[in-house]
């Protein structure tokens, strides 16, 4: 069964940068678009960015458009998301998500803080 | 790209059945099948219960089932049981720049 693994949050001050990572197994992870999505505390889900299984296409919400950028490394059947001058308000649970059609499987998220 | 409308809050005894709903436009709902549900339970990811409207994925009761009629999506859940309180959220594929969009959330409560 798959399972996805995120890694990479934490506290980080306003204009900061953090590096995401989600690793997976138990499918074939470069077959995939891959997805991250996000939970800000008490709030609901928000579509963040895929990722084309190749890595050749990226789409992203317009509120992380410039700030965020998403990758891949399918040999070592890893998605990453780099997020830079992060603001308070991208404060939030971050899930990495397998697409087809659908969101599933979903990994257990990581916390990013953006706290002064 | 604005979320889908969802209502806050949603209840029902054991054994009876409620239907959530989803309202979204003709440019996500109503133009494309790639429409889910999924549950969430406090501090837990969000798990698929129904996919492209309708489909159940395998391990999910039969009790929960999708539909859709125009831009509002739906779903329904029968014999409610007490495991069935949490919330949850629909999503839609857009097709524009922001891809994806998901329902403010709906919190079911089994009386």
């Known amino acids: 069964e798959a399972q996805l693994v995120e890694s990479g949050g934490g506290l980080v001050q306003p204009g900061g940068s953090l590096r995401l990572s989600c690793g997976d197994s138990?499918?074939?992870?470069?077959?995939?678009?891959m997805d991250w999505v996000r939970q800000a505390p008490g709030r609901g889900l928000e579509w963040v960015a895929n990722i084309h299984p190749d890595g050749d296409q990226k789409h992203y919400v317009d509120s992380v458009r410039g700030r965020f950028t998403i990758s891949r490394d399918n040999a070592r059947s890893t998605l990453y998301l780099q997020m830079n001058n992060l603001r308070v308000e991208d404060t939030a649970v971050y899930y990495c998500?397998?697409?087809?059609?659908?969101?599933?499987?979903w990994g257990q998220g990581t916390l990013v803080t953006v706290s002064s | 790209q604005s979320a889908l409308t969802q209502p806050p809050s949603a209840s029902g005894s054991p054994g009876q059945s409620v239907t959530i709903s989803c309202t979204g436009t003709s440019s996500d709902v109503g133009h494309y099948n790639y429409v889910s549900w999924y549950q969430q339970r406090p501090g837990k990811a969000p798990k698929t219960m129904i996919s492209?409207?309708?489909q159940r994925p395998s391990g999910v009761p039969d009790r929960f089932s999708g539909s859709k009629s125009g831009n509002t999506a739906f779903l329904t859940v029968s014999g409610l049981q007490a495991e069935d309180e949490a919330d949850y959220y629909c999503?839609?594929?857009?097709?524009?720049?922001?891809?994806?969009?998901f329902g403010g959330g709906t919190k079911l409560t089994v009386l």
């Open positions: 999503s839609s594929y857009t097709g524009s720049n922001n891809l994806w969009v």
């Open positions: 998500a397998t697409e087809d059609g659908t969101f599933d499987p």
């Open positions: 138990g499918f074939t992870f470069s077959r995939y678009w």
């Open positions: 492209q409207v309708s």
